[in-house]
C-alpha cells in the first residue's frame, strides 16, 4: 500500500522560511517523478514544483527563485525549501507522485502579512 505523509507546515510571518518534507511507503521516489502541488481555500489546486528521477526540478514562476525541491533517495524523501514566503503562498501543500493516483493528505502552510 502507498502511503505519502507530508510534514512541515505551520505559521510564519511574510519573509519567513519553511522545509515541507513528503515521506513515502511502498514506492521508490528514487524511480519517480515527485510534484508539490497547492490549493489555496476557494482556488484549485495549482503546481508548485517537480523534481524528476534524474533530478531535474522545475518550477512554477510563482515560486521559482524562493523555493528549492530536493529528494533524499535513502531515506526515501521529497523536499521542499521554501523561503522569503509570502501571504499568498498560504494553502494546503499536497506532494503528488507524478502519473500515479497517489497523493498525501496535506500540510496546512499559513503565512501572516
Known amino acids: 500500500q502507498v502511503q505519502l505523509v507530508e510534514s512541515g507546515g505551520g505559521l510564519v510571518q511574510a519573509g519567513g522560511s519553511l522545509r515541507l518534507s513528503c515521506a513515502a511507503s511502498?514506492?521508490?521516489?528514487?524511480?519517480?517523478?515527485v510534484g508539490w502541488f497547492r490549493q489555496a481555500t476557494g482556488k484549485q489546486r495549482e503546481w508548485v514544483a517537480t523534481?524528476?528521477?534524474?533530478?531535474?526540478?522545475n518550477y512554477a514562476d510563482s515560486v521559482k527563485g524562493r523555493f528549492t525541491i530536493s529528494r533524499d533517495n535513502t531515506m526515501n524523501m521529497v523536499y521542499l525549501q521554501m523561503n522569503s514566503l509570502k501571504s499568498e503562498d498560504t494553502a494546503v501543500y499536497y506532494c503528488?507522485?507524478?502519473?500515479?493516483?497517489?497523493w498525501g493528505q496535506g500540510t496546512q502552510v499559513t503565512v501572516s502579512s
Open positions: 511502498g514506492i521508490s521516489f528514487q524511480l519517480s517523478a
Open positions: 523534481i524528476t528521477s534524474i533530478d531535474n526540478t
Open positions: 503528488h507522485v507524478i502519473l500515479s493516483n497517489y
